[in-house]
C-alpha cells in the first residue's frame, strides 16, 4: 500500500514556482465559492509518519488560502471534560461548519493506531475503533462532509535521515520532538498497524490519499491539486445528489399498532400518587447521590403526543434534584447554526458528564417523527437516522451513559380536551399552537411513524417505554420508577462486573 510513496517522488524549483500561482489562485477561488454557496462542510485528515511534512504542508495552505476559513484542530491527550463524556464527543464538537474547513491533527486515526502500536489495546479493540471510524464518516457524508484523508509517508531510511537533517539543522532543530525520535523504535508496528486502517477504511466516500513526504515541492503540490480536483468536482455536484430507490418500511396488515395496543385506561388515585411520587422522588434523589454514579451520566428523553403531558413529568423529575444536578434541553425548530452542522450535533453538545443528568424535552428523534411526517427532511434522511440514531445511543451506553426513553400516549379525545382546556387558561395558552392543531389533522400517521421509530429503536441498551398517559398521576409515577429502575440496574450491573 505504501510502495509507491518509497521511490524518491520529486519535483525540480522551476516548476514548482511555475505550477504554484495558478494553483493557489485556483484554491482562493473554490475556498470562496465553499463560502458563498454554504452547501458543505471540508473535513481533512492529516495523518502519518513523524517527519514527514503533516505540519510544513497545512501551515502552507493557510497561506495560500484564506486562514480565516479554516480551522485547524489537534487533538493530544484527552482533558478530565473530555474522558467524562463518550471518546467521539472531542471530535463532535470540534467539527467545522458548512462553508468552512476544518483540519484535524491528532484524529480518530491517530489515537487508534497509537494505542495499538504502544500496546494498550489487542486487535479485536482496533477493529471495533476502526468500525466506529467508518460508521462516524459515513454518517458525516450522508449529512453532506466532504473528507480528505491524507496519509504522508516516508520509508524508515528516509525518516531516519529527514530527522538527522532537521538536528544538525540549527533553524529547525527545535521542531524537533522525543516522539519523532521514538517513531523510529516503533516504525515497523506503526506502518503495519496504519496499513491494516488504511486498507479496511479507504471507501468511495473518504478514500485516503498516501503523499511521499521527502520533497516538500512534490507533497505540497499533490495535496494541493488533491483538495483543488476534489472540491470543484463538489461544488459542481447537483445540489440534490441522486437517491437510490428505498424499499418502504410496510403497513400493518391487520390495522392492530404499537400504540393502538396500550392499554390507556390505567389511572391512579390522588392519595396513592402523592403516596408514590413522594417514594419515586426520593428514591431518584438517593439514586444519583450513589457513589457508583460518578462513573455514570443519565440521560432522559421525553416524546409524546401534544399535551400527553411531557412537561409536567419532567417537573417532577427535576423537583427532586438539586438544580445543580440536571440540565433540561428544550429542542425546538433548529437555528442557523445548528442547520450548518450535522443533524446530531446539537445534541451531541448537550451530552452530560459523568455524574450528571440531561433532559431532553423532544430529542433527536425528531427526524423519523415531525420531520418525517411534515416532510421537513427527505426519505433517504429519516431512514438512515435510524441507524445513525442506534449508532449514537449505543455510543452513549458504551461510555456509562444510562438512557431513557419515553414517549407518552393519549387518546385523540382526551387531547381535544386538554386543548379546549389550555384555551380557557390564561397562562396555559401559549401552550397551543395552530401546529398543534393541525397536527390533529394527521393522527395516522404520527401512529405510524411512532410504530416504526419503536420497532427500530427500542433495543436493549436504550429501550423505549410507552406510558400510558391519559391519567398524568400514573404517567408520572411510571416515568420517574422507570428512571429509577433504569438507575438500579446499572448499578447492580456495577456490582456484578467488580466497577467501583
Not at 83 to 103: D, I
Request: aromatic share 10%.
Amino acid at each position: 500500500m505504501f510502495e509507491s510513496a518509497e521511490i524518491g517522488h520529486a519535483i525540480d524549483d522551476d516548476t514548482y514556482e511555475k505550477q504554484l500561482p495558478a494553483l493557489r489562485e485556483a484554491l482562493l477561488d473554490v475556498q470562496y465559492e465553499l463560502k458563498q454557496q454554504s452547501r458543505f462542510p471540508v473535513i481533512i485528515l492529516i495523518n502519518g509518519i513523524e517527519g514527514a511534512g503533516k505540519g510544513e504542508t497545512v501551515k502552507l495552505l493557510n497561506e495560500w488560502m484564506d486562514p480565516r476559513l479554516i480551522e485547524v484542530r489537534t487533538f493530544d491527550k484527552q482533558t478530565d471534560e473530555e474522558l467524562a463524556r463518550p471518546p467521539a464527543w472531542r471530535y463532535w464538537r470540534q467539527l467545522p461548519a458548512k462553508g468552512r474547513m476544518g483540519v484535524f491533527f491528532g484524529n480518530w486515526y491517530s489515537q487508534m493506531i497509537q494505542g495499538r502500536v504502544h500496546g494498550d489495546f489487542n486487535d479485536a479493540v482496533l477493529d471495533q475503533a476502526i468500525g466506529d471510524a467508518e460508521r462516524l464518516e459515513q454518517m458525516l457524508v450522508d449529512e453532506g462532509a466532504l473528507i480528505f484523508k491524507f496519509w504522508f509517508h516516508l520509508s524508515k531510511k528516509q525518516m531516519k535521515a529527514r530527522l538527522k537533517a532537521l538536528q544538525d539543522d540549527p533553524l529547525h532543530s527545535w521542531r524537533l520532538s522525543p516522539l519523532d525520535w521514538k517513531q523510529t523504535d516503533t516504525y515497523d508496528r506503526f506502518v503495519r498497524f496504519g496499513e491494516r486502517v488504511l486498507r479496511r477504511t479507504s471507501r468511495d466516500y473518504a478514500p485516503w490519499h498516501v503523499i511521499e513526504g521527502v520533497d516538500p515541492n512534490y507533497r505540497s503540490l499533490v495535496v494541493g491539486n488533491i483538495l483543488l480536483e476534489g472540491l470543484q468536482a463538489a461544488l459542481k455536484a447537483p445540489i440534490e445528489p441522486v437517491r437510490q430507490p428505498i424499499a418502504p418500511l410496510g403497513e400493518s396488515i391487520d390495522g392492530r399498532s404499537l400504540l393502538g395496543s396500550l392499554d390507556l385506561s390505567q389511572r391512579l388515585e390522588k392519595d396513592d400518587y402523592h403516596q408514590q411520587l413522594i417514594e419515586e422522588q426520593a428514591r431518584l434523589a438517593t439514586l444519583l447521590r450513589h457513589k457508583r454514579m460518578k462513573a455514570h451520566a443519565l440521560v432522559a428523553v421525553f416524546e409524546g403526543n401534544d399535551a400527553a403531558g411531557k412537561g409536567g413529568a419532567i417537573r417532577r423529575v427535576a423537583a427532586a434534584l438539586d438544580p445543580r444536578q440536571y440540565a433540561i434541553v428544550p429542542v425546538a425548530a433548529p437555528t442557523q447554526d445548528e442547520l450548518a452542522q450535522p443533524y446530531l450535533w446539537r445534541f451531541w453538545r448537550h451530552i452530560p458528564a459523568r455524574g450528571k443528568f440531561t433532559v431532553f424535552d423532544r430529542s433527536w428523534y425528531g427526524r423519523v417523527l415531525v420531520e418525517r411526517v411534515e416532510g421537513f427532511c427527505s426519505e433517504t434522511d429519516w431512514m438512515r437516522a435510524y441507524s445513525e440514531i442506534n449508532d449514537f445511543e449505543e455510543q452513549l451506553s458504551e461510555a456509562g451513559i444510562i438512557v431513557v426513553k419515553f414517549w407518552l400516549a393519549i387518546d385523540e379525545k382526551t387531547q381535544l380536551e386538554r386543548f379546549k382546556a389550555r384555551e380557557k387558561i390564561p397562562f396555559k395558552r401559549y401552550k397551543i399552537t395552530e401546529d398543534d392543531w393541525r397536527n390533529r389533522d394527521k393522527w395516522g400517521l404520527y401512529r405510524d411513524a411512532v410504530g416504526d421509530m419503536v420497532d427500530r429503536t427500542s433495543t436493549e441498551i436504550a429501550p423505549w417505554t410507552l406510558v400510558a398517559a391519559n391519567d398524568k398521576r400514573s404517567a408520572r409515577v411510571q416515568v420517574l420508577r422507570t428512571i429509577n429502575d433504569a438507575i438500579e440496574a446499572a448499578i447492580k450491573k456495577d456490582k456484578k462486573g467488580g466497577k467501583g
